[in-house]
């Protein structure tokens, strides 16, 4: 077996992590089985993961880090302001559409966390993450449009994740995806009205 630095190492059982899980549910995917989907030892998994909490979390990280990085991407400055937002909420969208069992995974891994005893806390570092990316995510609009917002950033950002959140599963289970675009207008619309440009003294 090559030698492989352990971040990376990491990276690659994290990886078959989410296609083992995703393919055969949470409580399902045992360690052997991710050893095997990444095509390592056993004993290479308990190196890089000293538990399945830190495993877990390290799948959580990376999902998120999935579509964040797709979104980041999208909401670079265009004509307008809507035109930005629509584009975020467009790219993650795109994502959901591509990857629909990866998001579905995001669920159970959210309902398993909360079943089983001494696993409740990723439940909830899962939704701190969904909060901090859309606070990294605001920052990084307003700093490249100059806008100023009229709500508090850590309430727009705990709204847009419940609200990407909710609209997701709704889309997984009823599967309609034009009335998705148009209750994505309707959010962009409301988002748009909560931030405008900052005041020419600053202020």
Partial sequence: MARMPSADRRRQLTEAAIRAMTRDGVARTTTRSIAAEAGVSL?????????????????IEAITAHYVTVVKQAIRPRPTLRETVRAGFQAYWDHVAAQ????????ELTQYALRQPGFEHLARRQYELYCDTYEELIGQLRADMDLELRVPVPVL???LAAMTDGLTLSVLVLGDETATKEILDVITDHVAGLVGPRPPDGT
């Fill in 43 to 59: 004993s290479v998994f308990h190196y890089c993961f000293e538990s399945k909490q830190a495993l877990l979390e390290s799948v």
């Fill in 100 to 107: 629909p069992g990866e998001h579905m995974l995001t669920y």
């Fill in 157 to 159: 950002a705990r709204y």
